[in-house]
């Protein structure tokens, strides 16, 4: 089975661009999460999504990050403009329905840098 | 805010020998879970253990739950360089979705 697909894999990118990473949860799963990693602050959940609906985005830093999930199948996280303090990895996770839906599956992440 | 403290912060080992890592937590759970991250890659789920279990079992991971001092830990037993990776508690609160992650372990297993 395929897992969660995240692209791009690596990003750098200048200071003012707008930057989209892409995810692809697991077929079946109806939540759907995006963190961000960095040394200093660790692993931080940004948005969650549940049925394709934002349910929770206290964790998006400001106004300039977006993310959207139009279908159950794909869900974008887009920061305009971007800046150096940006630069981390991304991961979209995602996770099943019922009882057993309480583990997340990760994907790969999205190394982003911006200069 | 709730959060999952490891300890330590790094550890290095003989392959062969167990590795034991610990998991502090503020609030009451609903469960706890470990993970796992190798160099340059997502993070995959290990175990799951439940507020009402006190310890669990999974191939060579055991895991312990004290709900009274709010702690955790993972023993990898007989361990192999490829259990190089650092590892994270996740804790979920009744009512909530989110999982709230330590700041980790990083394991090194010399060959």
């Known amino acids: 089975d395929a897992g969660v697909i995240q692209s791009p894999r690596h990003e750098v990118t200048e200071m003012g661009q707008e930057v989209t990473l892409r995810c692809k949860p697991i077929s079946g799963h109806n939540s759907l999460f995006w963190y961000r990693q960095t040394m200093m602050r660790g692993l931080e959940l940004l948005i969650y999504?549940?049925?394709?609906?934002?349910?929770?985005d206290s964790g998006m830093p400001e106004d300039r990050f977006s993310a959207k999930m139009p279908n159950a199948s794909f869900s974008t996280l887009k920061i305009q403009p971007s800046e150096p303090r940006d630069s981390a990895v991304y991961f979209c996770?995602?996770?099943?329905?019922?009882?057993?839906?309480?583990?997340?599956?990760f994907g790969p992440g999205t190394r982003l840098t911006v200069l | 805010s709730q959060q999952g403290e490891e300890d330590p912060q790094a550890l290095s080992i003989q392959e062969g020998e167990n590795a034991t890592m610990n998991c502090s937590y503020k609030t009451s759970i609903n469960n706890l879970q470990w993970y796992r991250q190798n160099s340059g890659r997502g993070l995959v789920h290990l175990i799951l253990i439940r507020s009402n279990e006190r310890e669990k079992h999974s191939g060579r991971l055991r895991v312990t739950l004290d709900t009274s001092k709010k702690s955790s830990s993972l023993l990898i037993t007989a361990s192999r360089a490829a259990d190089t990776a650092s590892y994270f508690c996740a804790t979920r609160m009744d009512s909530s979705y989110k999982l709230i992650f330590g700041s980790g372990t990083r394991l090194l297993v010399r060959p």
């Open positions: 996770a995602s996770r099943p329905p019922g009882a057993g839906g309480d583990t997340q599956y």
């Open positions: 999504f549940n049925n394709n609906v934002p349910i929770d």
